[in-house]
């Protein structure tokens, strides 16, 4: 589960943000999370501070949520009050088409 969570954040580009759910639903995961939190403590190298709470928020405490949002702002995120503008820097992830299984003229 970990390389797929880490993996999905590395798709957030420069300027981006994606919330913690947005990130195990793009993975495959709904509802994982809290899980996207272990994935980006056990990985180094990734661009942990594009992932935020729901609604923009930064949930790291002290230090770490003011060099989140420091990051966020040299990449040029807004943010109104303590929350990242969302509508303005949202990542939209494309859906993943389902796949279907094949016809065959036979039917089986």
Same mark, same amino acid.
Do not use: C, N
């Given at each position: +589960?970990?390389? !797929? *969570? ?7 580009? @420069?300027?981006?943000? %994606?919330?913690?759910?947005?990130? #195990?639903? !793009?993975? =495959?995961?709904?509802?994982? !999370? ?5 994935? &980006?403590?056990?990985?180094?190298? &990734? ?5 935020? =709470? #729901?609604?923009?928020?930064?949930? &790291?405490?002290? !230090?770490?949520? *003011?060099?989140? @949002?420091?990051? *966020? ?6 943010? $109104?009050?303590?929350?990242?503008? +969302? ?18 003229? %036979?039917? $089986?």
């Amino acid at each position: +589960m970990f390389p !797929a *969570l880490q993996a999905t954040v590395r798709q957030i580009p @420069r300027g981006k943000v %994606s919330t913690y759910g947005q990130v #195990a639903r !793009a993975a =495959g995961y709904p509802g994982a !999370a809290r899980q996207v939190v272990w994935a &980006l403590r056990a990985a180094r190298g &990734l661009p942990w501070h594009r992932v935020v =709470g #729901a609604g923009g928020r930064i949930r &790291l405490p002290g !230090a770490a949520g *003011l060099e989140q @949002r420091i990051r *966020l702002e040299a990449e040029g995120v807004t943010f $109104s009050g303590m929350r990242v503008r +969302m509508q303005d820097h949202e990542f939209e992830w494309k859906k993943k088409k389902k796949k279907r299984g094949r016809k065959t003229k %036979s039917g $089986s």
